[in-house]
Structures are given as structure tokens and as C-alpha cells.
């Protein structure tokens, strides 16, 4: 059964003050892993897709890294529009399905 | 970009009732999932259909049913409602190889 566990639930940050959050996977063959962002009363927003071990994707303040047991997500000196429930989710190889982790909370302090 | 469109944001139901969430795709995908999101459980699949009129269940689909007579149209059908079944259900829609685009969400309340 695939599982997926982000680390820490929630993290308060100053602004501008750089942090990872930690997504570990277990999965049969991945087929990819995903990264969203999701607000307050609002549906999950793609981010970024990562297909195998040492595979990075950018975007502004974002960067996104595979190995083959966990993916992080890098934010380099955060603002507080940043603030958001961040998702990863994985992909098992010949599946449609995506199994999601519980999400980080994160909160950016002016 | 894909626009996942759920046609209620808000929806009050009684129990016992039969309630149909709808969510329609601009994009001519071929792939739709209907999620519901609870706290501290995360996001669940419910369904999903790879193409019309064909339909998978996922992790919880005892309660729900789904119908996709159109390529863009797909519906969740709780066949009659319960009270654990309060919660935000979230549609999404995939092309081929493609990431999940989400619509807003449905808060639906059953009282």
C-alpha cells in the first residue's frame, strides 16, 4: 500500500527566513511525485511533478527535490503570500490514482 | 490551464436525501477523480472515471455513486445522505501522463 508522510504538520516562519518541508513515500514503482499548494476554501493548486531521484523543478521562491524515499520542498526567503497547506502526493507506475499526505501548514510572518 | 468548474461552492442537504454534485472540465481530458477532504484525514479518492461512461471506485466509495455521460461532465451521487458525509468534496481533471487540475470545492453540509 503506497503511503505518503509530510513533515512538520505546520511551520511558522518569518519573512524571509528559508525552510524545507519533508514529504517521505513508500511506494511500488512511482510513476511520479506532485507538489500543490493549497488556500484557505480553495481546491489544491499544481505545483510541480518530479519523476525520478535527483530530479529538481524551480518556481520563484519554490524548488522542489527527489530522492528515492523522500521529496523536499525548498522555499527560499518566504513572504507571507506564501502561506498555505503545501500537499505532495505520489503516483503509483500503471495507476491512475494519486495518494496524497496530510499536508504542511505553513505560515509566513510579516 | 484547465478549468475545473463545481457548480455548488455551499450546499445544505438533509439526511436521507438524494444529493448530486456536478463538475464539468473545459479541457477534453480524459480523466476525472472526485475527492473528499477531512481534517486530519487528508484528501480521499472516492471515484474516478477514465472515460465515458467508465468509472473506477477508489479508496471510499461505499455511499456514493458517479455518472459521466459527457466527456466534460462528471457527477457524484450520494444515494441518501448521512451525516458523515458532511464534509468538502473536490473534483479533478487529468489529460494522459497529465498532473490533476482541482476545482474549489463543495462544502456540503448534511443536517
Known amino acids: 500500500e503506497d503511503q505518503v508522510t509530510q513533515s512538520p504538520e505546520a511551520l511558522r516562519l518569518q519573512e524571509g527566513e528559508s525552510s524545507s518541508l519533508n514529504c517521505s513515500y513508500t511506494v511500488s514503482g512511482l510513476r511520479g511525485l506532485f507538489w500543490y499548494r493549497q488556500d484557505p476554501g480553495k481546491g489544491p493548486e499544481f505545483l510541480f511533478t518530479l519523476y525520478s531521484a535527483g530530479e529538481e523543478k524551480e518556481k520563484e521562491r519554490l524548488k522542489a527535490t527527489l530522492t528515492k524515499k523522500e521529496s523536499f520542498l525548498h522555499i527560499t526567503a518566504p513572504k507571507p503570500e506564501d502561506s498555505a497547506t503545501y500537499l505532495c502526493a505520489v503516483q503509483q507506475a500503471g495507476s491512475y490514482q494519486l495518494t496524497f499526505g496530510k499536508g504542511t501548514k505553513l505560515s509566513v510572518i510579516p | 490551464d484547465v478549468k475545473v468548474t463545481q457548480s455548488s461552492r455551499y450546499l445544505v442537504k438533509r439526511t436521507g436525501e438524494k444529493v448530486f454534485l456536478e463538475c464539468v472540465q473545459d479541457m477534453d481530458h480524459e480523466n476525472m477523480f472526485w475527492y473528499r477532504q477531512d481534517p486530519g484525514l487528508g484528501l480521499r479518492l472516492i471515484y474516478f472515471?477514465?472515460?465515458?461512461?467508465?468509472?473506477e471506485k477508489g479508496d471510499i466509495p461505499e455511499g456514493y455513486s458517479v455518472s459521466r455521460e459527457k466527456k466534460e461532465r462528471f457527477s457524484l451521487i450520494l444515494e441518501s445522505a448521512s451525516t458523515n458525509q458532511t464534509s468538502m468534496y473536490l473534483c479533478a481533471a487529468s489529460g494522459v501522463d497529465q498532473p490533476q487540475h482541482f476545482g474549489d470545492g463543495t462544502r456540503l453540509s448534511i443536517l
Open positions: 472515471s477514465y472515460d465515458v461512461k467508465m468509472k
